[in-house]
């Protein structure tokens, strides 16, 4: 294997990282303050949809990145009245958004477009388009790190660089703030929360709408970011491979970013070389494409036991009287 070679799928891996990412950190905001969601797959592709659909009405990328936020948003809300304003099961409220979106998708667009449940492809100033950083090519006879830097880091979309940028914030906000001190204890102890005079809702609402707008990040990547718009449940499952890197990193972004980065590299890796051969054996590319789920097995069944989830996680909160 050579350099270039090595180069390209390190270049692949931060693009596939990218939206396993945002629903990660997505997870990692709205599980600290105590409210579990499986539906980030549901809005990461509900988010996909309408970014791709209103980019190409409008031929305006921001314009469909502002849909995409606010369809993810909304469905954010009905998660948000669902588990907290009426206490009900927060993993059946997730469940129930990802059937959702995946039948809304598929019969907006094919309402729209007619296409199949698709949207027609995105191009041009629809699309979120690369980024060349400076001294690219001052840097790149340096050895090793010329070539990296220009072929690895600079190259891509600004939504890559906020999704890096994202880590820092999210361990910037949840540690160092008096905002994210409380959000965590609503994720821990809501009941000193409330003894305190601090709303537990008002908190685990602002922790849900913020996983909302991630989410809605990492779906507008999918559809006018990495991909050229919007086909059938495009998402591929990213939600649950999301929550799984959660788990690997205990909840702690730096891990985050580790366990989507080493999700991102196996699906470069599986898409580059479809079959590779050891030893005379050929392994199938049924296997390979699979290689990011059958981690995702290994990392639950391997870490779910140690991996400390938040206390009052997944339970509704009830104010004494």
Partial sequence: MDLNTILQIFDSTLRLATPLLFACLAGLFSERAGVFDIGLEGKML???????AIAFTSGSV?????????????????HGVAA?????????????????????????AQNWFAQ??????????????EIAL????TLRPVPLIGPFYAEVISGHTILVYVGLASVVLTWWVLFRTRFGLRLRAVGENPAAVDTAGISVVRLRFAAVMICGLLCGLAGAFLAVGLNAG?????????????????????????????????????????IRYQTI?????????????????????????????????????????????
């Fill in 46 to 52: 509900i988010s996909a949809f309408f970014s791709a």
């Fill in 62 to 78: 921001w314009i469909g990145l502002m849909a995409g936020l606010l369809a993810s948003l909304v469905l954010s809300l009905i």
């Fill in 84 to 108: 907290i304003t009426f206490r009900g099961n927060q993993l059946i409220s997730g469940v129930a958004l990802n059937f959702l979106a995946s039948g809304l998708t598929v019969l907006i």
């Fill in 116 to 129: 199949g449940g698709r949207t027609p492809s995105v191009e041009g100033a629809a699309r979120f388009q």
């Fill in 134 to 137: 400076p001294f690219v090519e």
């Fill in 230 to 270: 919007f086909v059938k449940d495009m998402s591929a499952g990213r939600g649950f491979i999301a929550l799984a890197a959660l788990i690997f990193a205990k909840w702690r972004p730096g891990l985050a970013l580790v366990a989507c980065l080493l999700f991102g590299f196996l699906d470069a890796v599986s």
């Fill in 277 to 321: 051969s050891l030893g005379g054996m050929v392994i199938p590319s049924q296997f390979m494409q699979a290689l990011p789920y059958i981690l995702t097995v290994v990392i639950l069944a391997g870490f779910v036991g140690r991996a400390i989830p938040p206390r009052a996680g997944g339970e509704a909160y009830v104010k004494e009287r």
